[in-house]
């Protein structure tokens, strides 16, 4: 998938290491010129070099404390925070370690596909290690608008998560940090749900399987679907169980064999093809393709239950086979 034509060239400003895995990056325009305004839960996509000298997009969320109505409308720079994933390949390395103040680097305007709802009630936000950065601009402008607004975030220890001074300025009593290394636990959701009122709307933001634990629980209480709002801040990565199976797209003929660790859409991005995509964690829905032959495991947040059920139509970015092969209609 190849970038709009509307890409930004921007300058890193600032780089700041926040803790030994997250690095934050101030970007800005040459000139100073006010950049695209954006609403909380906004990303940008950022051009990163890969390994090897290939290039990739990346979606970093936009982080804004301040509590001024306007303060996104028309920003002199972004900020973000890139969380290092040694295991990954290789985007977040080059933004730890490929860039340095005064580089020059291609981003793509503001997009939102978490965004803050408005009407009664209030907001609670989950965050879950580096899935904080969409929450902390979102807490700003709840504070900003001068509605309810409470965080929960989550994280293995206080050493390693980020913009903690920031949210207690932010939030005082409304912030409950939750420290694994402390706790001796990981977060109880269930404890947590408990506390929301009625009426509020719940955020998260977070690993793959904070989300899913979440999504069921919330699902089991009978929660409306339209009231939890999510997104999800890591990649997707292989299963245990995973297995190697064919894909074979209908319209050209062409057949490939999709390794254990690799996405059927990577996959028929390394041989050439050109399929349409946007987040690459199965939430946006974009890269649904029909299927006309195989059984479908399927890993995404789009798709209904009776969709999925239906078994003919997959998000090729994260969901797989279950058996040998998949006849796509591509």
């Not at 051009?47 to 969320?61: F, K, M, N």
């Not at 340095?100 to 009630?121: C, R, S």
């Not at 994280?155 to 001074?165: K, N």
């Amino acid at each position: 998938m190849t970038a709009p034509s509307a890409t930004l060239s921007l300058r890193v400003a600032e780089t700041r290491q926040l803790n030994p895995l997250i690095r934050l990056l101030r970007l800005r325009a040459d000139d100073g010129a006010a950049l695209p305004g954006f609403a909380a839960g906004a990303h940008i996509r950022v051009q990163v070099s890969l390994p090897g000298g290939a290039t990739d997009w990346r979606h970093y969320s936009l982080i804004n404390f301040a509590t001024t109505r306007n303060a996104t409308d028309a920003p002199t720079d972004y900020v973000i925070a890139v969380r290092r994933e040694d295991e990954g390949r290789g985007g977040s390395r080059f933004m730890h370690e490929g860039l340095k103040q005064g580089d020059a680097i291609a981003v793509e305007p503001p997009k939102n596909d978490f965004p803050l709802h408005t009407g009664p009630g209030g907001s609670v936000l989950m965050a879950g290690g580096i899935g904080v950065t969409p929450l902390a601009t979102m807490a700003a402008r709840r504070r900003a608008e001068g509605a309810p607004v409470r965080m929960h975030y989550a994280g293995r220890s206080r050493e390693l998560m980020a913009f903690l001074p920031e949210l207690q300025a932010l939030l005082g009593d409304d912030l409950r940090v939750h420290a694994d290394a402390e706790a001796g636990a990981p977060l109880d959701i269930d404890a947590l749900l408990d506390t929301v009122p009625a009426g509020d709307r719940l955020y998260v933001c977070g690993p793959k399987f904070m989300l899913d634990a979440v999504l069921a629980r919330t699902q089991a209480r009978g929660w409306a679907h339209d009231r939890v709002h999510f997104e999800l801040f890591t990649v997707p990565v292989a299963e245990a169980g995973d297995q190697p199976f064919e894909v074979v797209l209908a319209q050209s003929g062409q057949h490939f064999t999709v390794p254990a660790g690799q996405s059927i859409l990577d996959c028929l991005i390394e041989h050439g093809c050109d399929p349409m995509f946007d987040c690459k964690r199965g939430e946006c829905g974009v890269c649904a393709v029909p299927v006309i032959e195989g059984e479908i495991d399927h890993r995404d947040y789009v798709l209904t239950a009776r969709e999925k059920a239906q078994g003919n139509v997959m998000q090729i970015c994260i969901s797989r086979a279950k058996g040998a092969r998949l006849v796509l209609d591509l």
